[in-house]
DNA sequence: TTGCCTATTGTGGTTTTCCGCAGAGAGCCG
DNA sequence: CGGCTCTCTGCGGAAAACCACAATAGGCAA
């Protein structure tokens, strides 16, 4: 993973200085952006941490920010910070995703304790992410005749029922049955299950505070 | 389920009536509420809909229903109303689950809207929870051993490996297999397996609007 | 052309699962 | 005490899964 540490997003050097000058004294290391654009460029999918992002912004406003990290698959949770914040824009946010929305002036411990809360949630979505590009990995090196094999599999179908359905012997069907546990990396059916059932988990949600 | 429809609390008459005019006009049904206690003495885990509740009211307010009604399992959609909101308030309620933050005035198409989505995200909502509950029902009929068996089947061990570790014959091992799955009312490991998927699922995900 | 991957099938045998039949001991309740 | 449930076990057989060895055939790339 991509730089591990909280993203400071800020036009104003003062409060880029004051957040890492915070975050210094509580040993959270971080970084700082001067503006949306220049974070946007460095920004990728295996970013890991959080990011500490102003509302406004001259160029593009941390909203836009947002949406475009989110558009190029970037989960990193979003603490959006601002000094002139609207019900309707904290909550738009927040239902596309964002991890928290902090008006200025913020308590200082608050703040850290929301970053820190952020790190820890984003540390168990950074696992898990790997966990099923992992599992995307092992899926592609499937032909599609043992994609439509694992299909049935999954569906609890007998070696008979699938090689009676596909037109093919059963011995076939067991090939790509040990196959398919090989380039799984699973010794049965139901770890076969259990390891896809993960994907279809909701990759939307966050913990209360 | 009881009450699958849009509950109003408002303690303010003329607003509860404009908003059951407005959706009866748009033919979803409502009920209306004029207190937090009384709403609250109605609820349940199964009510499905939606829930209309007005921020601030004399005795409960909004959000303290809120929070009585999430103690209480009560999953239903909160869509909260409210003519003088803060961030801090909005953003805490969303964090908690509540599905939406409607300033006043609302706009009366983006109202429904939102309504409309709440008792959709509802619907799927009371259908898993409804599987859930079955699934429960039926673990709820397993023995103390047969629990054991079962999780000994989901780690993907072979009968002969469980009879060792639970010490009894593979005979018996076999018995409690057949129960298991008698009782779940599955046919194979890997039904169970994917029955029991769902139970592990977050509970707590909004899909942004 | 040769080599590799994919898909296919067969033979024969072992292991595992699944099931019916049959029975035994412990604990609980009316 | 007599049912009832839970737990445990053995025997024997059918079905299914698993596996090593062996082979055919098409497609594709060096």
């Known amino acids: 993973m991509k730089g591990a540490a909280t993203h400071i997003v800020d036009d104003d050097p003062a409060v880029r200085d004051a957040l890492q000058w915070l975050l210094r004294s509580r040993d959270v290391p971080s970084q700082t952006w001067d503006s949306a654009e220049r974070f946007l460029a460095f920004a990728s999918r295996d970013v890991c941490g959080c990011l500490l992002l102003d509302v406004r912004m001259p160029g593009m406003s941390g909203i836009e920010l947002f949406d475009r990290l989110r558009a190029l698959q970037c989960r990193l949770p979003v603490i959006f910070l601002t000094g002139h914040g609207d019900v309707p824009m904290a909550v738009q946010a927040l239902k596309d995703g964002a991890f928290d929305f902090i008006e200025k002036p913020y308590d200082d411990n608050l703040l850290v304790d929301k970053v820190l809360a952020a790190i820890e949630h984003d540390a168990k979505r950074c696992?898990?992410?790997?966990?099923?590009?992992?599992?995307?990995?092992?899926?592609?090196?499937?032909?599609?005749?043992?994609?439509?094999?694992?299909?049935?599999?999954?569906?609890?179908?007998?070696?008979?029922?699938?090689?009676?359905?596909?037109?093919?012997?059963?011995?076939?069907?067991?090939?790509?049955?040990?196959?398919?546990?090989?380039?799984?990396?699973?010794?049965?059916?139901?770890?076969?299950?259990?390891?896809?059932?993960?994907?279809?988990?909701?990759?939307?949600?966050?913990?209360?505070?």
């Open 127 to 209: 696992a898990r992410d790997g966990a099923i590009q992992l599992l995307q990995q092992r899926l592609a090196l499937l032909t599609q005749r043992e994609h439509e094999v694992m299909q049935r599999i999954l569906a609890g179908k007998l070696n008979k029922v699938i090689a009676d359905e596909l037109d093919i012997a059963m011995r076939t069907v067991e090939v790509h049955r040990s196959h398919i546990f090989e380039k799984m990396q699973v010794r049965s059916a139901v770890e076969l299950s259990q390891a896809l059932g993960m994907l279809g988990d909701a990759p939307n949600s966050r913990s209360g505070s």
